[in-house]
């Protein structure tokens, strides 16, 4: 019983309660959704918006037509995956992308534009391998996606391009 009472008391006195009214309460939650009603995108990135409007400049015509040179294989999709969720530098895609593609990563709340939804279907048919490619080797403009190019090879960069076009399926 000692223990306990030990226990509760380091609890009181680490983690005090504070005493807030309800009047507090309800000003404190009319000011977050007068917050979110000015950024209404905040309030439906968890539900993964398609298409998404974006005015993501135009790979050159170099890059736009091109075809991954990989085979969508496991091999290929498998490490695709792996750079995706964990290994890639300086963070990983799923960071702002989310772990399943939706564009709801840890990261992504705040962001403005919000992070590219892969499950859109209609989105992901329009963007070439190409396009993929160079902006996530060379960023893109107005966005948070910061460039791959130093980190990433480019047949990492192809790898994950197979990985993530599997979200749309």
């Known amino acids: 019983m000692k ?4 226990i509760a008391a380091v609890f009181f006195f680490v983690f005090p309660v504070a005493k807030v009214s309800a009047d507090e309460q309800l000003g404190s939650l009319d000011r977050y959704l007068s917050n979110i ?14 298409p998404q ?11 736009l037509l091109k075809k ?9 999709i498998e490490r695709g995956k ?4 964990k290994n890639s530098k300086p963070t990983s895609c799923k960071m702002c ?3 399943r593609g939706n564009g709801n990563g840890r990261l992504a709340r705040g962001l403005e534009p919000t ?5 859109c279907t209609e989105i992901m048919k329009s963007l070439s391998d190409g396009q993929l490619f160079w902006v996530i080797k060379n960023g893109s403009n107005g966005t948070a996606m910061p460039a791959f190019k130093f980190t990433l090879s480019d047949k990492e960069i192809w790898q994950i391009i197979h ?7």
């Open 97 to 99: 992308h989310g772990i």
């Open 3 to 6: 223990f306990f009472l030990l």
């Open 163 to 169: 990985y993530l076009k599997r979200f749309s399926y």
């Open 82 to 85: 792996s750079l995706y969720q």
């Open 53 to 63: 409007l974006r005015k993501t400049k135009k790979a050159p015509s170099k890059y």
């Open 37 to 50: 009603s000015m950024h209404p995108t905040k309030l439906i990135i968890a539900s993964g918006i398609c």
């Open 115 to 119: 992070p590219r939804n892969f499950t």
């Open 68 to 76: 991954n040179p990989l085979f969508a294989n496991a091999k290929n």
